[in-house]
């Protein structure tokens, strides 16, 4: 576990969950991805930044409507992070206030800032909910986090948990879950969200944080026959390999018919589970004479919100022993 922290002191704590957000609505589509677009670290377009971001979600928006449409007309990403948060709220006690903050869509990480402040929390421990670290995503949550609490509160971000023990054991408690709905012989699928071979050439560690999280299930479950794969590719730039449509269709060249995915770099069902897994590549495979099942998302299952309650405490926890030191 990787934190970045400042200050000390005891004081009520806060504790923000960061996460990309989702268009709440179909019109929100639009302005979500202006928003996404315009973040230099998602898509560093120079002085045409804004101009740009504007014709993307305009030439795009259409197509990612219909893909909602998919899914009931909106993400769900919201009332999921939310529902995480009342959970951990739940989980942490009364010594804690728990809020949600979004990137790109409400609420805003500013919109939780200005709670904290009403409330007068003094301390606040941000986990960003990306447990593998990317410059892209995790970078800018940070630093857009940083920004809005710098002389405001004394604070902690827990930017990276690949292979946080309680965190595998979650995902391990729903993979054989799906074993059990599905049957043992299914060969696992581990889909991960992808990014550009630019970044990764770069040497931005997420390839190898998702590798990290990949094996220590794999080790734990004693897995032998997996592979990784990367979903969620777009534009004419070079993303990292395999992509999980290319996998799909080597699989059809082998003896296995049953595939389960593990969707292991989203801990929330959204728009990459719900269509783009449910939808896209279980129609590809049904189509190429497979059968493909998705494990169930975190969510707020019981072991995942265990997972974060003790990564907030373990981080607080180490603030308390250095300041004894």
Known sequence: MKTIFTGDGMDKI??????????????????????????????????????????????????????????????????ITEAQAEALQKALGEGFKVLVGMRYWHPFIEESVEEFKKSNIKKVVAVLLYPQFCSATTSSAVERFKKLTKGNFEF?????????????????????????????????????HGIPLSLHKKGDPYISEVQKTVNAIASKMRLKDFKICFQSTTGPIQWVKPSTEEVIKELTKTEIRKILIV???????HIETLYEIDFVYKKMANDLGLQLYRVDSLNTSSKFIEALKNLVLECLQGEMENALR
């Open 263 to 269: 969707p292991v770099s989203f801990v929330s069902d």
């Open 156 to 192: 902690k971000i827990i930017s990276s948990w690949c292979d946080y023990p309680l965190f595998i054991e979650a995902w391990i408690e729903q993979i054989e879950k799906a074993f059990e709905r599905h049957g043992g012989e299914c060969f696992v699928l581990f889909s991960a």
């Open 14 to 79: 806060g504790v923000l969950l960061l996460n990309m957000g989702g268009p709440d609505s179909l019109s929100a589509v639009k302005p979500f991805l202006y928003n996404l677009f315009t973040d230099p670290y998602i898509a560093n377009f120079g002085f045409m930044q804004k101009p740009l971001a504007w014709l993307i979600s305009n030439v795009r928006a259409g197509k990612v409507k219909k893909a909602y449409k998919k899914i009931g007309g909106k993400s769900p990403l919201k009332e």
